[in-house]
């Protein structure tokens, strides 16, 4: 085998899903710090750099034309700005007057460099919340302190942190999506084959070969696994079958010697005896065979089935009937279900003296069969129990067999997807009860027999009041 690639390990995925978001981020970070202007500088003190670099310029400039230039281009910016004369500098100094908090800030922060004064409005033109900066002995220039604009909700240095924070959430976010998909994907794919997984039917290697190399060598694991099982499953049932078979000739013989013998209590008993060994055996071979699950599935008239099977055993001298509809066409294993429901009322048949068989069908396509004794019950603690194979309740409803009956019957439910309990009856009795769920397409025949006949309703109705208006 080729040496592969790190990546190609469960461990070497998670490791590059641990450091392939530090790598990211930095390549991310790297990218985007020189478009990202981080000011952290207050307002008020951009403000006042802004004021003083203008001042500076004023007073840098060589003519008239240049100054009024200077301030024509800073009224047309964010700081309105008018050149006022040395009486309004004076009497607003005089005045000694205060303006918002901001303008004082602004003021504090340029006190060491240039001579103000603060005005609520400029007399001269139309600005308010003035700062006026002495730049001669005749002139000063009077600027218009604005309040901060209102941020975005989130401000721009948490909007920052966040994008900063995007960075490393959104490849986490991508690459936990990918070890998801092309992980987690071929764990949940053998769960899902677990579910649906038959001991007898179905592919030999139900488990997709394909991934990381330990998900491909569990899948081999549990592909080797279930042909091991499946071998020994039939090297068992072939076992059982080949001694059930050969058991048959010398109880044959058997039979056939008692049979001879003029002793007639004897030969009875012996011929219980011989029938009691076989039908453990026939039992037995039943619940290993594999004739439940490669049955092909029939549609059947399930009445008809359920009559059979009570009609047989009234032959033989039981009170066993059935109630339900005369049709009904079914989807099914017939022998398989006949075998279930025989092992049912022979049950009911051991330990009561009258059987019933019915079969409830309800609207939306599900089935409900039901078999019900007058014997005398089961206790509730044991009703779930004596499904399990070869358990016996007591002496009082314990059988000649090995106690398989009912886990045949249990099998054969779970294999047509229905389900079935046990509960006493109110005064006595047991009620086994069956239910099997409805066919493919079933709801929506339903529906559309049901629309069909509100239309003939309605059309019936119609033609009742033409006819007899």
């Not at 001669?136 to 401000?155: G, H, R, V």
């Not at 109630?323 to 429901?341: E, F, N, V």
Request: some cysteine; charged content about 20%.
């Amino acid at each position: 085998m080729s040496q592969s690639s790190n990546l190609d390990t469960i461990r070497g995925q998670i490791i590059a899903l641990a450091i392939a978001p530090i790598l990211i981020a930095c390549a991310m970070g790297v990218v985007t710090e020189p478009l990202v202007f981080d000011d952290t500088i207050p307002y008020h003190r951009s403000t006042a750099i802004r004021i003083e670099t203008v001042v500076n310029q004023f007073l840098a400039a060589k003519t008239p034309e240049n100054r009024n230039a200077i301030l024509e281009a800073t009224a047309n910016s964010d700081i309105p700005v008018e050149k006022v004369g040395a009486v309004e500098f004076d009497k607003a100094a005089s005045d000694n007057n205060q303006i918002n908090d901001l303008g004082t800030r602004v003021r504090d922060a340029l006190v060491n460099k240039f001579t103000m004064a603060l005005e609520p409005s400029n007399i001269a033109g139309e600005l308010r919340n003035v700062l006026l900066v002495k730049v001669n002995a005749t002139e000063a220039l009077a600027f218009s302190i604005i309040p901060e604009p209102k941020e975005f909700w989130l401000p721009e240095t948490r909007f920052i942190s966040v994008l900063k924070g995007l960075t490393i959430v959104v490849p986490v976010i991508l690459l936990a999506f990918y070890a998801g998909c092309m992980i987690v994907a071929p764990l949940s794919r053998f769960s899902a084959a677990a579910l649906v997984l038959n001991a007898d039917d179905g592919p030999d290697r139900p488990f997709e070969e394909r991934g990381a190399q330990e998900v491909v060598a569990l899948a081999r694991a549990l592909n080797d696994m279930r042909s091991r099982l499946r071998s020994m499953m039939n090297d068992r049932t072939r076992m059982l079958r080949a001694i059930g078979h050969d058991l048959r000739t010398p109880l044959t013989r058997l039979r056939l010697r008692v049979e001879r013998s003029k002793e007639g209590a004897l030969r009875e008993a012996m011929l219980n005896d011989i029938a009691t060994i076989n039908g453990m055996m026939e039992e037995t071979l039943t619940y290993l065979s594999k004739e439940v699950s490669s049955e092909a599935v029939l549609r059947s008239d399930l009445p008809s089935l359920l009559g059979t099977v009570c009609s047989d055993f009234a032959d033989v001298g039981f009170n066993v009937s059935y109630t339900g509809p005369d049709r009904l066409a079914y989807s099914c294993k017939p022998r398989a279900l006949s075998r279930a429901i025989t092992n049912l009322v022979d049950n009911g048949t051991k330990f009561g003296t009258q059987v019933v068989v019915s079969l409830v069908p309800s609207s939306d396509g599900a089935l409900i069969i039901e078999v019900s004794d007058d014997g005398p019950g089961l206790p509730v603690e044991l009703q779930t129990t004596v499904f399990e194979p070869f358990f016996k309740v007591n002496p009082a409803r314990t059988t000649s067999g090995f106690g398989l009956g009912l886990s045949i019957v249990q099998d054969i439910v779970r294999g047509h997807g229905g389900s079935i309990y046990l509960r006493n009856r109110e005064a006595s009795g047991l009620i086994a009860r069956i239910s099997l769920p409805c066919e493919p397409g079933a709801l929506e025949k339903n529906r559309i027999a049901k629309s069909a006949n509100h239309g003939l309703v309605a059309m019936y109705k119609t033609v009742s009041d033409t006819s007899f208006s």
